[in-house]
DNA sequence: TTGTCATGCAAGTCAACGCTTGCCTATGGT
DNA sequence: ACCATAGGCAAGCGTTGACTTGCATGACAA
């Protein structure tokens, strides 16, 4: 559902666990916690990163396969690009001179 | 800010409102009110719809023109454009074929 | 098996959000 | 002047949301 991206989207956090899954894929709970208190200085529970990502999840726009004890988390891209356009009106196409 | 933009778009009622600036632009505080109870069934008070409308207009998606006792409210998409390709990777292009 | 590591589940707290209610300002018509 | 219309301000209420704390589960190593 639209609804639960644009809800996801909301959270500055969780736009930032996109921000590290868009630069590379394959993350882990902890990877993501480490990175996130490293780079933005942000000192979150591992819980709490947990359930953002359980937020990002259902909304679709992450995608997790379990390997063993770990669990990997995917970007996806998807119900981001056709979220926008239903108040894009239709303008001036290609290049902006 | 983006987050204003992401904060703005995170309610339902607020992405309807855009929907009828899309839809023509121009609208009347009380033209959106009649409007979202009509087509949507949303039965809101008016000031539940002119709170709606300053945080749309704080994040930049709605600017508004006061002309004698009315005011005009217009759509303004540019602060949607810049903001989802943050996390779209180049991928292919244009055709998906 | 025992211990550790990566993760999951559940309850509880506190602030932010959406909405209402009541009153106030100002413009325009008669 | 009077009154109706279009909108604004502010306090209050109920719900949702983000975060924490504590305990439980499953996988791998010694």
Chains 1, 2 share one sequence.
Request: charged share 30%; hydrophobic share 40%.
């Amino acid at each position: 559902m639209a609804e639960d991206v644009f809800k996801a989207l909301a959270d500055p956090t969780r736009r930032r666990i996109l921000d590290e899954l868009v630069e590379r894929d394959g993350r882990t709970l902890f990877e993501i916690c480490a990175r996130l208190a490293a780079e933005h200085g942000l000192g979150l529970s591992r819980q709490a990163i947990s359930q953002h990502l359980a937020v990002l999840e259902s909304a679709g726009l992450v995608v997790s396969r379990r390997q063993g004890r770990y669990k990997f988390h995917d970007l996806n891209t998807e119900p981001l690009e056709h979220i926008v356009t239903r108040w894009l009106r239709p303008g001036p196409p290609e290049g902006t001179p």
